[in-house]
């Protein structure tokens, strides 16, 4: 019986985590975005998923900031998160988000925001009712936030470079 495990993304990781995103999305756009994200030191925290020894999940988790009167407050973003299609519905993408939810708390981050599918982001504390007060050029009902902390509850989200110049190309 395999072992998956979960651990801190490493510079030889970089072509596994490309792969996954490509496998993933079905495109490369994700890809990109994940390597302008680490190229620009944006990247709070990114973890893989291995499984006898191949990376099979990824999730990464850049920096973003809150503007709200003359303060920035950070914050993180989530995106993306992917696995290999053949291993969808074995639990990686959770048990990766757990993993970084818990190293975030750590760390002392306060607010996660995630722009993605509302019944499956819901399942680790994530709501629109937290982020429907933030302006954002994403805000609709998948952009979703949780706190751990004090954060703020509204106010302007600027998320890093990577994210306005990807959505471009």
């Not at 099979?56 to 973003?64: P, T």
């Not at 914050?75 to 993306?80: E, F, G, K, Q, S």
């Not at 818990?102 to 399942?123: C, F, H």
Request: net charge negative; with cysteine; charged share 20%.
């Amino acid at each position: 019986m395999s072992m998956m495990s979960i651990r801190a993304a490493t510079i030889k990781d970089r072509e596994a985590i490309r792969l996954v995103e490509e496998h993933a999305f079905g495109q490369q756009a994700e890809a990109g975005l994940v390597d302008a994200l680490v190229a620009s030191g944006d990247s709070v925290l990114e973890l893989v998923a291995e499984e006898d020894g191949q990376v099979v999940g990824h999730v990464l988790f850049s920096r973003l900031y809150v503007e709200t009167n003359g303060h920035r407050h950070p914050a993180v973003a989530l995106a993306p998160l992917a696995v290999e299609p053949s291993f969808h519905g074995t639990g990686i993408g959770g048990a990766l988000v757990r993993e970084a939810h818990l190293r975030l708390k750590q760390a002392g981050e306060t607010l996660s925001i995630v722009l993605g599918e509302p019944a499956y982001y819901g399942r680790f504390g994530y709501s629109h009712a937290r982020a429907s007060a933030f302006q954002s050029d994403y805000q609709c009902e998948a952009l979703q936030a949780q706190a751990w902390g004090e954060a703020p509850e509204s106010g302007k989200l600027v998320y890093a470079p990577a994210f306005t110049s990807e959505l471009a190309a």
